[in-house]
């Protein structure tokens, strides 16, 4: 659907460049549980991620961690603070779900990766 794309915030550095690049999506789209993301929380340590930029080139980065945290204790500084290397960071919801809304947030970290795509 429209709705299952991953948005990156555009006030983070393009995915690459040096700092915390992030990108957002949904884990469930309505009612289907189709949402971009609905499968981030499967992600490992070592898994590779590779972020298809517009200019046709990628940029890959590996798994570091993952980790699921209430919405209210989220880790403004360790999602968005200065890094000195490329890194990623993934965001979806998580969690129990009550009515529309989900109780955490899951947030994949990720580093550069010499890795091919």
Known sequence: ?????????????????????????????????????RHLARLRRGDLIVARLENGTAAVFAVGSVRTVAKADFPTDAVYGDVDRPELRLITCGGPRTGEEYRDNVIVFAASSSASP
């Open 1 to 37: 659907t429209a709705d299952d794309v991953a948005g990156w915030y555009r006030h983070s550095p393009t995915p690459g460049q040096i700092g915390p690049s992030v990108i957002l999506g949904h884990v469930t789209v309505g009612v289907h549980g189709d949402g971009v993301f």
